[in-house]
Nanobody, 120 residues
């Protein structure tokens, strides 16, 4: 079972940027898909972005053009670059591994989460 550890969360002002990292305990080059979910207080967990083994990506409409997901197989690490952050991006962000297909991304293993707070 792969272990995942997120880092890079914190407090940032609206319009600012953060980069989240997700370090995996084992090689990720063969993993079908990896992704980021988030959960804001009182809301359901939602998919933010996912990336396939071949670097195909998909994004939630709310973050398109602002967030970029990437993976570095040599470092067994996935990233989420978040720019132009808004208060509504405030949430706990979770990384995960799973199955990526043409019809969707299906996570299985999850990290513990990292808090992102966007506030002035």
């Amino acid at each position: 079972q792969v272990q995942l550890e997120e880092s890079g969360g914190g407090l940032v002002q609206p319009g600012g940027s953060l980069r989240l990292s997700c370090a995996a305990s084992e090689r990720i080059f063969s993993i079908s898909g990896m992704g980021w979910y988030r959960q804001a207080p009182g809301k359901q967990r939602e998919l933010v972005a996912a990336i396939s083994r071949g670097a195909n990506t998909n994004y939630a409409d709310s973050v398109k053009g602002r967030f970029t997901i990437s993976r570095d197989n040599a470092k067994n690490t996935m990233y989420l670059q978040m720019n132009s952050l808004k208060p509504e991006d405030t949430a706990v962000y979770y990384c995960n591994t799973g199955r990526y297909s043409s019809v969707g991304y299906y996570p299985d293993y999850w990290g513990q989460g990292t808090q992102v707070t966007v506030s002035s």
